[in-house]
């Protein structure tokens, strides 16, 4: 085990985190559909067996990898979260702030939180940089996973900070052009964005996906400080978290994407705007797929004006105009859901429909 000067088991640490990681999976895996699941664990096994992207992974060794990890789950899934041992004491997994002030002097770095079917995930990294937003809004960028989930989002807000999980952005980039490589998604704007830069898709180096990743990096930013901004159109209290706790597998997907659309049009779009980042815009309408155009097909139907005009005002109209239309949605949602609270996907299928 690595020990630090400080008296830090960083060993007994990375295992404590891991092992919760594991916790959180074992209760959650079963919540994805099949062909995500085994999606998600192919990725898993290769950071795991710390693989590059470049490298084929062997079926045989995966499906055996898959085997004992679900095995292992099943002797944790009735476990709790253990508190984590730092050199001051051990502190509970949900401690972000207590857990930082030790590791953060160190050189290292720890997120807590809940994401879709609030599923808890945990990451231990390395600190790349730390800074505050014109806000005030702590921002922390980590790198280089010591210990994460299934999931391990690239993105995360909570308690007016920002988490970004840079190691996790390069994974979801890499996903998202392989995507774009064999035609699948909306891979057209994928392809103009990787042009503008000189890419393609069947020759991208890891040094131009670490380019990519740092540089849409400040992207992943502008959406969570977004999040947090429009955080108060949801009003005060604890409405929002109730209504996404209550809310079905389907119906909280239309949720998030609202609160998605949202913060993008309180932030994201408007940087964009004023920003002379092509590639960027590119990127941004190329994650506006599945649900997310379903709910809000104007926007697709704007960037097919950008692309020909190129014209950063449009983008600024689509998001004051965004802005409008999600937080009339918001405000009326969440009050048919104060008034009536045992209706909650008649409310969500009023507020956001979605075409036959």
Known sequence: MSMVSTGLN??????????????????????????????????????????????????????????????????????????????????????????????????????????????P??????????????????????????????????????????????????????????????????????????????????????????????????VFVWHELGELRSASRFGPGDDWRRLLAAASGKHEFRLRVLRDHLADTEVTLGQLARADRPASVHFWFGNLGGLRRALWPEA???YQAWCERGDPALLAELAEAGAQRWRRCAAGLLADFRRDPDRIAAHIERHLPLED
């Not at 990890?69 to 002797?75: A, G, I, K, P, V």
């Not at 476990?79 to 590791?103: C, H, K, M, T, V």
């Not at 505050?132 to 299934?150: F, K, M, P, V």
């Open 10 to 119: 960083l060993g007994g640490l990375m295992t404590a985190v891991q092992r919760n990681c594991h916790i959180s999976d074992a209760r959650f895996a079963g919540n994805y559909s099949m062909c995500t699941f085994l999606l998600k664990m192919r990725e898993y096994y290769r950071w795991e067996a710390d693989l590059p992207f470049s490298a084929r992974l062997e079926n045989a060794d995966v499906g055996d990898w898959l085997a004992a990890r679900e095995r292992d789950w099943q002797d944790l899934a009735d476990d709790g979260f253990a508190p984590l041992p730092l050199a001051g004491g051990e502190a509970e997994p949900f401690d972000d702030q207590s857990i930082n002030r030790e590791l953060v002097p160190l050189g290292y770095t720890y997120s807590s939180g809940l994401g879709v079917f609030r599923k």
């Open 121 to 218: 995930h945990f990451l231990l990294g390395r600190l790349k940089r730390r800074y505050h937003s014109q806000d005030g809004i702590r921002i922390t960028i980590a790198d280089c996973e010591y210990a994460r989930d299934l999931v391990a989002p690239p993105a995360m807000a909570r308690d007016d900070e920002v988490f970004i999980n840079l190691a996790a952005v390069r994974r979801y980039l890499w996903e998202r052009i392989q995507e774009a490589r064999f035609g699948r998604g909306n891979d057209s704007a994928w392809h103009r964005g990787l042009a503008t830069r000189g890419y393609t898709p069947e020759e991208l180096s890891d040094e131009q996906l670490e380019e990519l990743a740092n540089d849409e990096c400040e």
């Open 300 to 302: 697709y139907t704007a």
